[in-house]
């Protein structure tokens, strides 16, 4: 399934995903999905600020100031780390250890993006990864991986799915 798929049957889904920034991908999953319960967490106090100012008084909407990588975060239908796996760390397992985390707490699927290590120039902040490893790596936490590719140049989707 397509990440921009028409509208699915799910309801009452949550998805607490990880880098929210100021909560597009909020908007994007309220078009298809009915009753979204949705935590965004981000490191940047600027983009948890927007997001609270635009979701203002929605119900079964949140967003929280924090690193995912760090905090308990609760189980999820659905978890998203959007543009959360591009920087740069020292760990060289981060990454993995992160997918294998993330997957852990999604009841249903897990999707995340990186950018594509064949196609993203060397930056001093942002990584590309060996998309082929990680779909190889994520095929062993799950039978059900799917990769998009083709919108961006240097950009793929991972959707690791449990059902």
Not at 48 to 75: E, K, M
Not at 125 to 134: F, S, T
Request: glycine share 6%.
């Amino acid at each position: 399934m397509p990440i921009d798929s028409p509208p699915t049957p799910w309801t009452r889904s949550n998805a607490p995903p990880s880098g929210c920034g100021t909560g597009d991908l909020k908007a994007f999953l309220d078009d298809r999905l009915t009753a979204v319960r949705y935590l965004g967490v981000d490191q940047m106090p600027e983009f948890i600020d927007s997001a609270n100012a635009r979701y203002a008084g929605q119900v079964d909407t949140a967003f929280v100031l924090g690193a995912f990588d760090r905090l308990a975060l609760p189980r999820a239908d659905i978890v998203v780390a959007s543009g959360a796996l591009g920087y740069r760390c020292a760990d060289p397992h981060w990454v993995f250890n992160l997918i294998a985390r993330l997957y852990a707490g999604a009841d249903r699927v897990f999707i995340f993006n990186v950018l594509d290590a064949r196609h993203f120039p060397d930056h001093p902040l942002l990584v590309g990864r060996d998309v082929d490893a990680l779909v190889a790596f994520c095929r062993h936490l799950a039978p059900q991986v799917d990769v998009v590719r083709g919108y961006a140049v240097d950009d793929a989707t991972v959707v690791i799915r449990r059902r």
